[in-house]
T-cell receptor, first 113, second 115 residues
Framework: GENVEQHPSTLSVQEGDSAVIKCTYS??????FPWYKQELGKRPQLIIDIRSNVGEKKDQRIAVTLNKTAKHFSLHITETQPEDSAVYFCAAISSGGSYIPTFGRGTSLIVHP | DTGVSQNPRHKITKRGQNVTFRCDPI?????LYWYRQTLGQGPEFLTY????????KSRLLSDRFSAERPKGSFSTLEIQRTEQGDSAMYLC?????????????FGPGTRLTVL
């Protein structure tokens, strides 16, 4: 089955700095990669996703890059703000299979004002 | 609120008791997923429905766990003879389905504590 590794487990930055979270996956059939943000005590919410036919996607201060050859994808947050503080999860899914996501273990991002 | 809802939000039970959780997906979403999440971990897949059919079950889903989605709308997850190791957040998510994978919308979860 799919295995998703996520690093780092904790990331502490100063407000205004950039943050990068990296994930690797094992199943070459995976072709959809969402990122979820989960604030304390709240439900996970999708913030950005990428399909395997593109290498990069941006949405304001967040971007995701995908390297299919190396089987890794990354989340980039620029100009971080305190409200970006949360746990971020990556996931990998094969839409040619059972549409079941495998999640990483999460990265706790702390943005200090 | 037109999002995914789950009830109850919190459940405290004694070891050995049975518990049942309910998930109401977004209307017309034909895919429904159950996950378990423990502290410091990402959601772990438990089971998945396409309409009323249960299509996949994880190895994590022991015989004490059963899920139903009788009319293809709401779903229930029952845990029989609860154990302390069952303590976790149980998340439900729904998706519109289709030929491509679509975004999953998560519910707020049911936090289970087994004493």
């Amino acid at each position: 089955g799919e295995n998703v590794e996520q690093h780092p487990s904790t990331l502490s930055v100063q407000e205004g700095d950039s943050a990068v979270i990296k994930c690797t996956y094992s199943d070459s059939a995976s072709n959809y990669f969402p990122w979820y943000k989960q604030e304390l005590g709240k439900r996970p919410q999708l913030i950005i996703d990428i399909r395997s036919n593109v290498g990069e996607k941006k949405d304001q201060r967040i971007a995701v890059t995908l390297n299919k050859t190396a089987k890794h994808f990354s989340l980039h947050i620029t100009e971080t703000q305190p409200e970006d503080s949360a746990v971020y999860f990556c996931a990998a899914i094969s839409s040619g299979g059972s549409y079941i996501p495998t999640f990483g273990r999460g990265t706790s991002l702390i943005v200090h004002p | 609120d037109t999002g995914v809802s789950q009830n109850p939000r919190h459940k405290i039970t004694k070891r050995g008791q049975n518990v049942t959780f309910r998930c109401d997906p977004i209307s017309e979403h034909n895919r429904l997923y159950w996950y378990r999440q423990t502290l410091g971990q990402g959601p772990e897949f438990l089971t998945y429905f396409q309409n009323e059919a249960q299509l996949e079950k994880s190895r994590l889903l022991s015989d004490r766990f059963s899920a139903e989605r009788p009319k293809g709308s709401f779903s229930t997850l029952e845990i029989q003879r609860t154990e302390q190791g069952d303590s976790a957040m149980y998340l439900c998510a729904s998706s519109p389905g289709g030929i491509h994978y679509n975004e999953q919308f998560f519910g707020p979860g049911t936090r289970l504590t087994v004493l």
